[in-house]
């Protein structure tokens, strides 16, 4: 069990930019949930996926954020047209199962972006 | 709808001394619940999870939390605090039908003093 491998750990970007992050689950787990967390508060659900297909978005997911899960395996969050709003740290999430709701998930250690 | 409160933004213990963070919940279906902990600059790590198998339930590095129906809560205690227990802790709750998906408190920074 290697966990959860997010990168970058930090990104510094300018305004209008585009950025990737990428998250590699723990190998045996279908299920991947991407979370944003700004400074003082809980981490907020944004997507998850279960193998390749992506289940269900936030509402705070706008049209600039798309994530995907090609193949089941590691997935990717791309945010276009960056705003200062988007500075964050955004976590991934693994757990395994079909009935998912009471396995345990599993943190990287996320990527903080901040925006210039 | 589920929602998560957390009292107290900020607790402050001696070593030694009891730790007891709290949590209330609200869910229209029976929850799962958990209690993850969060050190600076990393990610979660899951403490203890509430899966209905027992109301009181144990977790890693002496921590424990009692599930209360009747009071919807979902406290975290711990009998004597240690250094190393200074972090941010969040209650957690994911309702049965909902695919997994976590809503979060805001989080308990807990401070130790010697």
């Known amino acids: 069990d290697t966990g959860v491998s997010q990168d970058p750990r930090h990104k510094i970007t300018k305004r209008g930019q585009n950025v990737t992050f990428r998250c590699d689950p723990i190998?045996?787990?279908?299920?991947l949930y991407w979370y944003r967390q700004t400074l003082g508060q809980g981490p907020e659900f944004l997507t998850y996926?279960?193998?390749?297909?992506?289940?269900?978005k936030s509402r705070l997911l706008s049209d600039r954020f798309s994530a995907e899960r090609p193949k089941g395996s590691f997935s990717t969050l791309e945010i276009q047209r960056t705003e200062q709003g988007d500075s964050a740290m955004y976590l991934c999430?693994?757990?395994?199962?079909?009935?998912?709701?009471?396995?345990?998930?599993?943190f990287g250690d996320g990527t903080r972006l901040s925006i210039l | 709808a589920q929602s998560v409160t957390q009292l107290g933004s900020h607790v402050s213990v001696s070593e030694g001394a009891l730790v007891l963070l709290r949590c209330n919940y609200s869910?229209?279906?029976?929850?799962?619940l958990f209690w993850y902990v969060q050190y600076p600059n990393q990610g979660l790590q899951l403490l203890l999870k509430?899966?209905?198998?027992?109301?009181l339930v144990k977790g890693i590095n002496g921590f424990e939390a009692e599930f209360k129906k009747s009071e919807t809560s979902f406290h975290l205690t711990k009998p004597s605090a240690h250094m190393s227990d200074a972090a941010e802790y969040f209650c957690?709750?994911?309702?049965?039908?909902?695919?997994?998906?976590?809503?979060f408190g805001a989080g308990t920074q807990v401070v130790v003093t010697p």
């Open positions: 999430a693994s757990s395994r199962g079909l009935q998912a709701s009471n396995q345990p998930q599993h």
């Open positions: 190998s045996e787990h279908n299920r």
């Open positions: 996926f279960q193998n390749e297909a992506q289940l269900e």
């Open positions: 869910s229209s279906v029976p929850p799962y």
């Open positions: 509430y899966t209905s198998a027992a109301t």
């Open positions: 957690a709750v994911s309702e049965s039908d909902s695919w997994g998906k976590l809503q």
